[in-house]
């Protein structure tokens, strides 16, 4: 069946760095696009980075965009986020998933074509 575990969430100060990374099994990672997505108290689950599974496009939220970078091994079958200059609003609960659809033509990024959920892990970013 299809896991997703993620890790390297922590405590970091304001500016400070993380890179999270998430390893899969259970199915054919280098046939699916990858994504994360963050969820703060209170906050809709919201996506912040996608990548392709070919040519490996990537896709940022606003929030993140020039702070975040996401990538993927696929002979490790693992894809990671990393994170730069944190801000105290990053501070949520990271997950990644999976595209519910192998070999898309276009990297989708929209929330509700994503699957199968890793079981998270927080990240806390304090001021």
């Known amino acids: 069946q299809v896991q997703l575990v993620e890790s390297g969430g922590g405590l970091v100060q304001a500016g400070g760095s993380l890179r999270l990374s998430c390893a899969a099994s259970?199915?054919?990672?280098?046939?699916?696009?990858m994504g994360w997505f963050r969820q703060a108290p209170g906050k809709e689950r919201e996506l912040v980075a996608a990548?392709?599974?070919?040519?490996?496009?990537?896709y940022y939220s606003d929030s993140v965009k020039g702070r975040f970078t996401i990538s993927r091994d696929n002979a490790e079958k693992t894809v990671s986020l990393q994170m730069n200059s944190l801000k105290p609003e990053d501070t949520a609960v990271y997950s990644c998933?999976?595209?519910?659809?192998?070999?898309?033509?276009?990297?989708?990024?929209?929330?509700?074509?994503?699957?199968?959920w890793g079981q998270g892990t927080q990240v806390t970013v304090s001021s």
């Open positions: 998933a999976v595209d519910s659809r192998p070999l898309r033509r276009i990297l989708t990024t929209s929330t509700t074509e994503f699957d199968y």
């Open positions: 259970g199915f054919a990672f280098g046939d699916y696009a």
């Open positions: 990548i392709s599974w070919i040519h490996y496009n990537t």
